[in-house]
T-cell receptor, first 118, second 114 residues
Framework: DTEVTQTPKHLVMGMTNKKSLKCEQH?????MYWYKQKAKKPPELMFV???????INESVPSRFSPECPNSSLLNLHLHALQPEDSALYLC?????????????????FGPGTRLLVL | GQQLNQSPQSMFIQEGEDVSMNCTSS?????WLWYKQDPGEGPVLLIA?????ELTSNGRLTAQFGITRKDSFLNISASIPSDVGIYFC??????????????FGKGTKLSVKP
């Protein structure tokens, strides 16, 4: 099973709203990722969690706040977004490689949440 | 951010035709991945390549990890209508014990010939 699920599938929000995107995987992966994808562009990395700790933040504005409550769940809290934040938000997971050890960090993506900010 | 050179940007296919696309980089990668993305959906992993020179098939799809570790190609044989979509290559490096971030190509859009 290589399934990553995301909810909701679609989300419309105003610039003053607070909402959250959710991601879940049950593959036992200990690395989880948030990406943002604009139309006709490749995904852009936003955040990486490794063993439930934030390991990479790609200079993302603070109006995006990630959270990893446990090894299976990843949330992205949204507050005071701008219309240019409208995009497809993708979650992915992989098994992180232990230092010096073998392992393939192949990332599996969820179906995404289509976000529209009005 | 950094991107791979993926070509062609777009192509039209007729059912039954073979299709070829490739990615090149100025630096080496330890892993090459090929994903397909349908409109409004997330990328789906097609093939993962882990060794230089590796040639791997998945049904009608064949991909190779270039011997220099700076390129990869994907071939689709006998294309069918459901092959339309956007194909992304992605390279991945290793930095010590940390996970490697994916570097994506800009994508190849496959459409059906009018």
């Amino acid at each position: 099973d290589t399934e990553v699920t995301q909810t909701p599938k679609h989300l419309v929000m105003g610039m003053t709203n607070k909402k959250s995107l959710k991601c879940e995987q049950h593959m036992g992966h200990r690395a989880m990722y948030w990406y943002k994808q604009k139309a006709k562009k490749p995904p852009e990395l936003m955040f990486v969690y490794s063993y439930e700790k934030l390991s990479i933040n790609e200079s993302v504005p603070s109006r995006f706040s990630p959270e990893c409550p446990n090894s299976s769940l990843l949330n992205l809290h949204l507050h005071a977004l701008q219309p240019e934040d409208s995009a497809l938000y993708l979650c992915a997971s992989s098994q992180p490689r232990l230092a010096g050890g073998p392992g393939r960090e192949t990332q599996y993506f969820g179906p995404g949440t289509r976000l529209l900010v009005l | 951010g950094q991107q791979l050179n993926q070509s062609p940007q777009s192509m039209f296919i007729q059912e039954g035709e073979d299709v070829s696309m490739n990615c090149t980089s100025s630096s080496i990668f330890n892993t090459w991945l090929w994903y397909k993305q349908d409109p409004g959906e997330g990328p789906v992993l097609l093939i993962a390549l882990y060794k230089a020179g590796e040639l791997t098939s998945n049904g009608r799809l064949t991909a190779q990890f270039g011997i220099t570790r700076k390129d990869s190609f994907l071939n689709i044989s006998a294309s069918i209508p459901s092959d339309v979509g956007i194909y992304f290559c992605a390279g991945q490096r290793r930095y010590g014990g940390s996970q490697g971030n994916l570097i994506f190509g800009k994508g190849t859009k496959l459409s059906v010939k009018p």
